[in-house]
């Protein structure tokens, strides 16, 4: 049953469960895994008590982690409190479905809530089963490590900063365990350590004189001490190696000093007069700030800046005129520009700034403030109610903010024509030196609509869906006019900042008053109406102008996955719903055409966040992305490099088999020069075959094959020997008969006699493969799969080679511990 093995099994993958911490934000998901653990181990060892074969070992693996999960998640509906039935299987699906639903929600580290508890436990159970089935059952010991690695991915890809070394450490201790257990199960299967005897002699006289026997057990305490310390060794190389090298570990050796969270790091907020580029490739995607809102289904970006001034090559905004009269604690927000007809809700959100910010002089708000509690010197700007200090930061700081949020309806975003002269001249300003491809180019995307807002909603689309814009980090920041025609017309990749540069200016083109705002996006939701805001959350978008509603932010930047991940698109610019269910076109109607369903608020139909624009009919196909939190990206990526991992022994099986015949090919030998009767510039000769390495090789590729299939391989038997017992075991038919006896007298010749077989090395190899499809017939199809995907020889193989490293390890550790007492003699 080999009781041991699957207790030192548990334990290893108990250590590396420990990698998971970073995803959790308790630790109650620990113990359900080592309530899965325990079942898996108690389902291992009933299956081996009768002796069944090792599927048998994976399906009682299998089922008691089903009994497990359905005891401690769906006892209430099972039968007997643990057996599953119908309705507990529906309920262990339905919190299944309600955990990876938070889990797509929640940004990690995750509230451990039932449905998440569940996946963990069923995740780390499924580790369990598979290295369950490979150390203790099938006795590999090795590749159990692939399962317990995987556990490492899911993190890895999840968080930046990955896990901690002390984790690692922690699971590679326990993976060590497992081995230095199986090896000595292994040792143990030997028998008894065997006792030498030496004589003694008796000095006392008088005494029997026949000399006394003394047991002497073999000194074995060296050797363990070696193999303790390059153990230890190792771990801290692999610990130590990746902490010390610059760019492997952005917050420095063991997360001390560099640039991460826990140092004294400078977190620079976006500013309209720097690119915006250095926040949103930031290698340590450092926390900016957190914040609480009443409105967590949806909450709005957080505003920085808003500018409203194009220069013809970038956006900044107007010079602010500054007045004590504007502090916050000596007049009321003035009511935001333009908002009379639509209707707007009071959205209050509690925002605190991350110490590590520095210089943030600006604060992040929802638009549109109505009421900022902050202590401090901060003003408003009345036009853009832009919140900024003169002397004050924002790092360190905790400030509510309370904020009105327009909710405009289709129809009332539609039916806004008349625009105030003030407005007009400010916020449709285009410089003369602004190339005529653009204006074309805007006119030619809008073509057909019936209002701004039909315009504006093309203009979106143009971007994330028909134009065929990429979004690109890698693209350099617009600093002339004619980069943005670039952009828009030839190279057609950017991020945000040139998606909202051209479409506010596109906008203003067409007399639709627009700015540029800049900020950060909603961020993450780690807890319910909590989030967190990191650096790679630093955005820009245009807000477009309507009467009656005021500025309206629009999300020209493609979003999800491929392009910013925290962004998404407003409900109010997706295309309309007709009153008879279909889809209705791109454009925006008119009022007088709008259905009941037009009049809706948008936050009355359903919402999704961090969706993309709609396809090129209208209809709804989502993003299914969402980039923070859990997604099936990491999941996928684990799943791949499991994949890999497992092929790893078929792939050097593979290696080993060409490796092994192309060596028996020579280089070709050049005539040498100037000798007489030879012709300048012959050509060189053929390489010679040479006939006792092909003899060899067959063998070894045959014996290789041999391991692979299940069958016995006696190393004390002749090659003679062997193909008679090889024949007598598969009942070859004449040609596999003929095939094995070449392959043995060949390797015959090879080993006794001075003149090795002159059979030519391709005879050699097709008889090699003609045995081994001879081994693959007499084999189950289980068997058969093993040896492809799983060869037993390729382990053998790596298992010699770490041998051999280790033992020339222990002689250089010998030699080094005799060191000074050679230079003692000396």
Known sequence: MRIRMTVMAGLATLAGSVGLYPLFESGSWFWAGLGAVLAVGGGGVLARRLRLPAAANLLFGLVALLL?????????????????????????????????????????????????????????????????????????????????????????AVREDGVSWLAFGVGALGFLALLMADAREQVGGWGRTVTSFRQRDVPLAGADPRPEEESVLPDAAALAASGRRIAAGAVAVAVLVPAAVPGLQPRGMFGIGGEGRGGTQTVTTPDPLVSLKRELTRQDDSVVLTYRTNDPESPDYLRLYALDKFEGDRWTYSQLDSHVSDRLDERDIPAPQGLSVASSREVTTRVQVRPEVKDMSFLPVPYAPSEVSISGDWRVDERSLMIYSLRDSADGRAYTVTSRRAEPTIGQLAAANTIPAEVVSRYTAVPKNVPKEVAKLAEKVTA???????????????????????????????KHGSDLVDFLLHSKRGYCEQFAASMALMARILSIPSRVAMGYTSGSEVKPGEFVVRSRDAHAWPELYFEGTGWVRFEPTPSGAGGQGTA????????????????????????????PADDRSPTAQPSTRHRNDRDETGGAAAQDDDE??????????????????????????????????????????????GRPGSPRGAAARPPAPDPAGAAHAAWREMRADALDHGLEWRASDSPRATARRLGELLELDEAGARALTRIARAEELARYSPSPSTEPPERLRADVRTVREAFAASVSPQVRWRARLLPPSTVEQTRTTLRSAGNRALDATARLNDLPARLRRK
């Open 568 to 595: 998404d698109t407003p409900d109010y610019t997706l295309p309309a719903v007709s009153g008879s269910g279909g889809e209705g076109s791109e454009s925006a109607p008119a009022p007088e055409a709008s259905s």
């Open 448 to 478: 057909g609509s019936g209002s701004a807002l039909a315009q504006a909603v093309r203009l979106q689309r143009w971007f994330t869906l028909t134009g065929g814009y990429t979004y690109d980090l890698a693209a350099p920041p617009p």
């Open 68 to 156: 497990y999960l359905n005891l401690a998640y769906a006892s209430g509906d099972a039968w007997l409190v643990f057996i599953p039935s119908p309705e507990s299987v529906g309920h262990l699906a339905d919190l299944v479905d309600d955990g990876w639903s938070s889990a797509n929600r929640y940004a990690a580290p995750v509230p451990v809530l039932p449905g998440i508890e569940l996946m963990a436990a069923a995740g780390i159970g499924l580790v369990a089963v598979l290295v369950d089935l490979l150390a203790v059952r099938m006795r590999r010991a090795a590749p159990a490590g692939l399962p317990l690695l995987a556990m490492y991915s899911v993190p890895a």
């Open 628 to 673: 923070d939190g859990f997604s099936a990206t990491p999941w996928l990526a684990g799943t791949v490099l499991i994949v890999l991992l497992l092929a790893v022994p078929m792939a050097l099986r593979t290696f080993t088999r060409r490796r092994r015949w192309a060596a028996l090919v020579t280089p070709p030998k050049a005539p040498p020069r």
